[in-house]
């Protein structure tokens, strides 16, 4: 089974175009923080490709910076690039995108602004040795 879940920011706005057969369809790509990373800077890029209705929706809604859940399956594409090298790309085909931010970047209804601590908080970092599996 091939099945994505990604939550992240648009890191770019949407494109939009059509296919010469008149088939609407979309790319744009996400900013997704890793789930254990040591440093805020730890963030992985994945490209988004969006076809029909769901093009057309993403694209009339999705501005860069955005935060969005993706639904959809990884597609690899094969290519000979002009100096004979074989290369590939790695998108994300969405079957369902998630509007996780308004439109116009207030906040959503029931999200709070976190304060920050005022003292700093103790590090709570657990060596390999002590986990159970």
Do not use: H
């Amino acid at each position: 089974m091939n099945k994505v879940f990604l939550i992240g920011n648009l890191s770019s706005d949407v494109d939009k175009k059509t296919t010469a057969s008149g088939v609407s369809y979309c790319r744009f790509s996400i900013a997704v923080n890793r789930r254990f990373a040591k440093t805020n800077d730890e963030v992985d890029f994945f490209n988004i490709l969006c076809w029909r209705g769901l093009a057309d929706t993403c694209a009339n809604n999705l501005v860069k910076g955005r935060k969005v859940a993706i639904v959809g399956s990884i597609q690899i594409n094969k290519y000979q690039a002009q100096d004979g090298t074989s290369r590939q790309t790695i998108e994300i085909q969405a079957d369902d995108v998630e509007f996780l931010s308004p439109r116009d970047g207030s906040k959503a209804a029931g999200e709070t602004e976190v304060e920050e601590p005022s003292a700093p908080v103790e590090d709570t970092t657990v060596a390999d040795g002590d986990l159970p599996f």
